[in-house]
């Protein structure tokens, strides 16, 4: 039962005490439905922000409560390529297994990462890593991540461009 309470004030200004306890049902029958609702999102919003086993998916808002296991289980992980293409690293094999979570909503089930609630999930990066491999510039033909150190192996680049560069 959630408390709800107001002090009354007499004539003179002083408090004459507490108007009484309501009940989330007795709150639904006094206020209008979308106050009511108002109240009903708020409420939720500070409950899962306060457990962290506790989200929501940032597609269908469905919440759900995951049990934390950062245990990383090589044995499945040790053929799974990240989005880049390579194999994944120690932090980022942790990252997974802490974060990665698909929502149980069976007609919404996006992967999605627990921190930065990207869909569908970073596999193969830390949160930070996926942003910044968002946003970095990349291959005009075949999309692909273009760095000074490395160039692409876009075969139409190498044909129209003399030098690969990542502008568009």
């Known amino acids: 039962m959630r408390q709800v309470s107001e002090q009354r004030r ?10 009484g306890t309501f009940s989330t049902s007795d709150l639904q029958d ?13 409420t939720m919003k500070q409950i899962f922000e306060q457990d962290e086993n506790l989200v929501s998916c940032p597609k269908c808002k469905a919440g759900m409560e995951i049990l934390n296991d950062s245990r990383v289980d ?8 990240g989005l880049d293409g390579n194999d994944l690293s120690r ?3 942790k990252h997974l297994a802490k974060n990665r979570v698909r929502c149980m909503n069976i007609n919404c089930s996006i992967d ?28 005009r033909f075949c999309d692909t991540v273009v760095t000074k150190r490395k160039s692409t192996d876009c075969v139409a680049a190498r044909l129209r ?8």
């Not at 007499?10 to 108007?19: M, V």
């Not at 461009?161 to 568009?168: E, F, N």
């Open 10 to 19: 007499g004539s003179n200004g002083d408090k004459k005490g507490k108007i």
């Open 112 to 139: 999605f990462c627990k921190d930065c609630n990207e869909h569908p999930y970073h596999i193969g990066f830390t949160c930070s890593q996926y942003k910044a491999f968002k946003n970095a510039p990349r291959c």
């Open 91 to 93: 932090a980022a094999k």
């Open 74 to 81: 090589d044995s499945w992980l040790k053929n799974v390529k």
């Open 30 to 42: 006094l206020v209008s439905m979308e106050l009511f609702n108002k109240f009903q999102e708020i």
């Open 161 to 168: 461009l003399p030098r690969h560069t990542g502008d568009r």
